[in-house]
Structures are given as C-alpha cells and as structure tokens.
C-alpha cells in the first residue's frame, strides 16, 4: 500500500517554463511534508516544507501548495533552469512517530536549454 | 567537510558474503537513520536511532543489523547477501526541526 502517490513520473519542461508535481497522500496522521531533490549519484537533498496549517510557501522559485481537505500537495518550480533537472520526491511524515519519512515515488524533470 | 559521509561509496560483493557500510555524521544531530533506494528509486526506510537507541525498525530481514556506538555514527551490517539486496543505502540525520541530511549512498551490488 503505498501511502504516498507522485505523479506525473517524468516531466519535460523548457526553460523558463512551470514545473508541477503532484502528490496524494492517505494518512490523516501525517504532519510534515517535505520535498527532496536528488541529482545521479548523490543523495537527496532538502529543498522545501510545510506543516498542515499552512495552504501555501514560498522559496525562491519553489512553492508547495497544500489542501488538506483533498489531502494534496503540490511543488511549483518557476522559472525552470537546466540545473533544476533531477528527480524530485514528496514525502511525509509523523512527527511523533520518529518522523520517519514516507516517500512518493519520484519524478524526473528534465529542463530544456 | 562532509555532513554525512558513507563508506564505502560503491560495494560490489558475492552472494553469500556479510558486509558493513559505515556512516558518520558531524552535524551534531540525536537521530539518525538508515534508508533503501531500490532500483526503480523507490525510498524506503530500514531504521532509525535517536542518541544510540533503536527507534525505528521496519519489516527488514534480520540479515540487516544496524550498530550505534555512538549518535554520531550509525553503521549496518549486511550477512548472507542476497540478489535482491542490491540498491543504493543512504544514511542520513535529522535536526530539531525535522530536516533531513542525507549522505551521497553507497551502491551495493550482489553478484
């Protein structure tokens, strides 16, 4: 049962373009969701987060988008580089519960020079 | 200086054989944890520890024992080495705020 659901699993954009990924989860329990990018060969590495009280945030060029009442969330890329290419990963976690991160499957973007 | 550093980066191993794979953290983190990227790079979580105590286990072989001599290093020991043992093991810790710092992985292939 895979509690975590990410979609679309590649992505092609061209540069400049709008990156979305989306992720469903089922677990009412979850309280943190963060997501991952990982570039070949190193491990992942933490780019943005939110907690379930916040709808919306903002990183420079990365925003999630958060509805809990569908309970899904959301990564924007704007402005997507060529060296934003690399696979993203949702997760989320419990933090009373050793806050051991359920990841979502992946997915690979490409950017487009 | 490396956050999380692993060793070795690649293991390339026989069936059968026990192997170790060593993490060290100097982030200064209490919990750390022990992650399998599979091929088609599924994560999913093996253990965790918080200041040497196991805290986490997940349904994972008894072949795999994890070993925290001290919260700065988390290690697993890897006996009887299967095929489908095969992935990328990263290592990783966790700050107060629940941020994670993963470690480069370490290949392991079983042939």
């Known amino acids: ?113 | 200086d490396t956050a999380v550093s692993q060793t070795p980066k690649y293991l390339v191993t026989q069936m059968g054989n026990d192997k170790s794979i060593k993490c060290e953290q100097n982030l200064g983190h209490d919990t750390m944890y022990w992650y399998k990227q599979d091929s088609k790079k599924f994560l999913k979580i093996m253990f965790s520890y918080n200041n040497k105590e196991l805290i986490i286990n997940e349904t994972v072989p008894n072949r795999f024992s994890p070993k925290s001599p001290d919260k700065a290093h988390l290690n697993l020991h890897i006996n009887s080495l299967e095929l489908g043992d095969s992935a990328v093991y990263f290592c990783a810790s966790r700050d107060i705020n629940y941020g994670y710092t993963f470690g480069s992985g370490t290949r392991l292939t079983v042939v």
């Open chain 1, 1 to 113: 049962q895979q509690q975590v659901k990410q979609s679309p699993q590649s992505l092609i954009v061209q540069k400049g373009g709008i990156s979305i990924i989306n992720c469903a989860y089922e677990n009412t329990a979850f309280d943190y969701f963060p997501w991952y990018q990982q570039f070949p060969g190193k491990g992942p590495a933490l780019l943005i987060a939110i907690r379930p009280d916040v709808s919306e945030k903002k990183e420079g060029r990365f925003t999630i988008s958060f509805n809990k009442s569908a309970k899904q969330f959301s990564l924007h890329i704007m402005d997507s580089q060529p060296g934003d290419s690399a696979t993203y990963f949702c997760a989320a976690s419990i933090k009373a519960a050793g806050n051991k991160l359920t990841f979502g499957g992946g997915t690979r973007v490409l950017v487009k020079p």
